[in-house]
C-alpha cells in the first residue's frame, strides 16, 4: 500500500469521526473539550438575559434611589435633606409603627388636576389587584391572589401619609411601587383613593392631614 492511500484512508477516518460528532450534536464533542481543555464554548462569559452590561453614569441618581423631585414635573433630584422630609418608612417600620407616625403630611391638594393624574397612574399601577373603583375586585385577584378592597373604613381612616408609604414601600405580599411611581404621583393617587373613598360616603380620618397647597 503506497503513502497515498494509507493518508486518504487516515482522512476518511477522520473525516467519518467528526460526522459522526456532528450527527450527535455538539454535546459530546464539548464534554471531550470540557475534559481536555478544562472548558467549552457552552461556558463563555457572555451576557445573560435581563443583565444590563452598562453601568450607571457616574453622578447619576437612580430613579429607584428616591423619587423626589423639588416640583410637579421638576427634573428627579434624588433625596431631599431630612431636616426637610422625614426619613423614609422601611416595610418592617410600616408594620411596627401605628399608621400616624409615618409623618408626612400630604402636601398636593386634591385639585382636578390632581385627581386626574392620579386616575390615571392609580388605573395603571393598582386597579390590577385593587380593581378601578378599588374595591379589591382587579383581574389578579381572579388569578387567586386576594388583595385589598380600599373602599373599607379601615383603608378609609389611614392618614394620607400611611397610605403613601404603602405606594412607596409595599405592605406585606403588596409589592412596593416606590421605584416607579414618583414622589408626586403617589399623592396624586392618595388624593384618587380618597376621591373613591369619599363617593361610597367614607371619610378620611382628618381633614387637617391634607394640606392645601398648590
Ligand atoms: C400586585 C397586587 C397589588 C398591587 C398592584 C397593589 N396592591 Fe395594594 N395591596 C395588595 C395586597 C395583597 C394588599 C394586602 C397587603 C397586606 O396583607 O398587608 C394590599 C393592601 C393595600 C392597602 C392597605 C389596605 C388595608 O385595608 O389595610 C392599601 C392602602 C393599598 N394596598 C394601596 C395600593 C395602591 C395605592 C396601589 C397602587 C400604587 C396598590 N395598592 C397596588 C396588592 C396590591
Known amino acids: ?21 456532528v450527527a450527535s450534536g455538539c454535546s459530546p464533542l464539548d464534554d471531550v473539550l470540557q475534559a481536555v481543555f478544562g472548558r467549552s464554548m457552552r461556558v463563555q462569559s457572555s451576557i445573560g438575559e435581563y443583565e444590563n452590561p452598562l453601568a450607571p453614569p457616574e453622578g447619576s441618581v437612580p430613579f429607584a434611589a428616591g423619587n423626589f423631585p423639588s416640583a410637579p414635573g421638576a427634573v428627579n433630584v434624588g433625596q431631599p435633606e431630612l431636616a ?7 416595610q ?7 399608621p400616624e407616625v409615618t409623618g408626612l403630611v400630604n402636601p398636593v391638594g386634591a385639585t382636578p388636576a390632581s ?8 388605573n395603571r399601577a393598582c386597579s390590577p389587584c385593587h ?8 383581574p389578579v385577584t381572579r388569578a387567586g391572589i386576594p388583595a385589598f ?8 381612616g389611614y392618614p394620607d ?9 409595599g405592605r406585606g405580599i403588596m409589592p412596593p411601587y416606590g421605584h416607579q411611581i414618583s414622589h408626586f404621583d403617589r399623592w396624586h393617587i392618595v388624593n384618587y383613593v380618597r376621591e373613591l373613598q369619599a363617593q361610597q360616603g367614607l371619610s378620611p380620618p382628618d381633614a387637617a392631614d391634607s394640606a392645601q397647597v398648590q
Open 149 to 156: 378592597s380600599l373602599l373599607t373604613p379601615t383603608a378609609a
Open 131 to 138: 380593581g378601578t373603583a378599588a374595591d379589591g375586585g382587579g
Open 92 to 98: 418592617t417600620q410600616l408594620f411596627q409603627q401605628a
Open 84 to 90: 426637610d422630609f422625614p426619613a423614609p418608612v422601611t
Open 1 to 21: 500500500m503506497g503513502d497515498r492511500a494509507v493518508f486518504v484512508r487516515r482522512l476518511r477516518l477522520v473525516a467519518c469521526s467528526a460526522a459522526a460528532l
Open 161 to 169: 401619609g400611611y397610605l403613601y408609604t404603602i405606594i412607596r414601600v
Open 115 to 122: 385627581l386626574a393624574r392620579g386616575e390615571v397612574v392609580f
